[in-house]
């Protein structure tokens, strides 16, 4: 079932009864005053900007103008709210990275702002004008007929009903108050149909394209997550086949070849012997750090506090840990984010110079908020690293994101956002 | 003779236990797959030692490291050692806490292949001792620096050999200085970790457990 929009409600009965023709007139009358603002901010940022384009200060301005139509867009689909319950999706894309600049790329690069920019125009210089006539028109007929009364009373000879006809006594007065009072319902009826009309325009201008395409993204979304969920079930399959298989082989064939060097201490074959149990030695150091490599058991065990933990002992540059998790999150998370901090840290140690680095996270407005942020100096790029990239498409499966923050100079902050609904 | 319970899930490697045990006097009085018979075993039997793998069904998770902690629970000096393919600090800390620190082990799994090391520390375990793998102890060494600072790179070998379960003579022979040299390390590093001198528990221990905790003097009370 779609929630309720007026003109859904326009066909009931009690239409007139309801709220809803006051709505109507609500959102029209705060389009004629949203509209102005938007003129005069057009107008003045143009003139402003133009001018001062000679003295190169105007060039931000410009920038601003093209910009205008964001903010109007983010008020216009609130206040649609007031006659059309179904919200209104946000088509913006979040930067992927903090700061000013990026997020001007981004803004700039979607279809979207340039959207909103001609839907700033439009209202701005021809539907508020228009909407104030009909909103205005209305109240004004109504008002002064219901008035009329009053009019007569103050001026005590006469009143002059709608600056048209004079009406003198009070039989007559009453009665223009009673047309107006009979009048509204029946203009509560075009009120209700241009504002829906209204609606209707501003849905279709500043909504992402929906429908089929929608239902395909979130189909892919699901394929993502399966084809995520696979891939982890791999890796658990070949962690467990090396643990049970090679790793337990190689553990016996070291204790065989101990034994054989018991039996053989002094005899020909002994430094044989110990040099192939220093091969099997080497071999269960580099299968025990490949299964670790494939997925931590004690990540599994303990969850993810202690395995960020194990990961800070490992570090080859010391890492202060502060998570607070009251309970465990979902599997599915928990590994995302342990690849995630795994590889921030590895980052920092590779390529950060940095000395010293902290993990801080913990649950925040039923998001799980992990940041790395080490001392060095800066200057890491997403774009550049593919392990970030896949850090942040194996994020953004769970719907988070991945934002870093790395100015020259420094510090360098990887921030980790997953929703993650605690029970 | 130790009489022992021993808790293996890879068939190849228990039955490779159970030979090397015997081959050096110990008598095996159960060899068991899973986490609910080590229990059921370690109540039948009444063992001198437990020796027994992390990972083991049903979950293929850390039910012999848990089964090994309820077991000390019950039964507060039973010696245990643990066998694992982790390096890992938590699991270790956990045994260590189960008790005062005493007639633990947690040794990789690929010490086995040291056959005479490893007897060795069965019975260091079995008669109290503490021992800790070295790749364990070296983990902690290099990053759990916070309390740990003050110690001189000679003093932190000695700990870590400490923690291995040496005796002072073999760390001196490990290290190739004297008896005495080691000693006196010893009492610096009891100093610096600020254990007390007169306390009558076993220091050593102690010391170790400070050091793997990253917490001095926490169990000095």
Redesign the interface.
Known sequence: MHPPTIWTRLHLRHYVRSGWPWRAALYLLSSAVLGLITLLTLVLLAVAGSVLTVVVVGLPLLLVLVLTGVPLASVERSRLRLIDSEPLADPHREPDRTGLTAWLRTRLQERATWRELGYAVLFGFLLWPLEALVVGSVLLVCGGLLATPVMLAVDGEEARVLKMWIVDSWPGALAAALAGLLLMPVFAYPLGAIAAGRAALTRFLLASPTGELNSKIKELGRSRVRLVDAFEAERRRIE?DL??GA??????L??????A??DAADGPLGPLLAKA?DE??TA??EI?EL??GIHP??L???GLV?AV??L????TI?VDVDLDLPVRPPEAIETAVYFAVSEALANVAKHSGASRAVVRGGLENGQLAVEVEDDGHGGADTERGTGLQGVADRVSVLDGRLLVSSPPGGPTVFRLLVPCSTP | MLRIVLAED?V??RE??V??ME?FGHQVVAAVGSADELTEAVAAHEPDIVVTDV?MPPG???EGLRAAIALRRRRPGLPILVLS???????AEDLLDSSDGTGVGYLL??R?????E?VDAVHRVAEGGTVVDPEVVR??IR???DPLARLTAREQEVLALMAEGKSNASIAAAMVVSEGTVSKHFGSILTKLDLSLDDTTNRRVLAVLAYLRGRPGVETA
């Open positions: 467990r643990h049970d790793q337990q082989r190689l553990v016996a070291s204790m065989t070849l101990g034994l060097r018991l149990q099997a030695a269960l150091v025990r299964i670790r058991q004690v599994t065990d303990r202690a933990e194990d800070a002992d490992r570090s010391p | 890879s190849l490697l490779g236990l030979g090397l081959r990972r293929f998770s850390d393919q982790y390096i890992q600090r938590s699991y799994k690929e086995i292949g040291h056959v005479e490893f983990q902690l990053h759990r620096r």
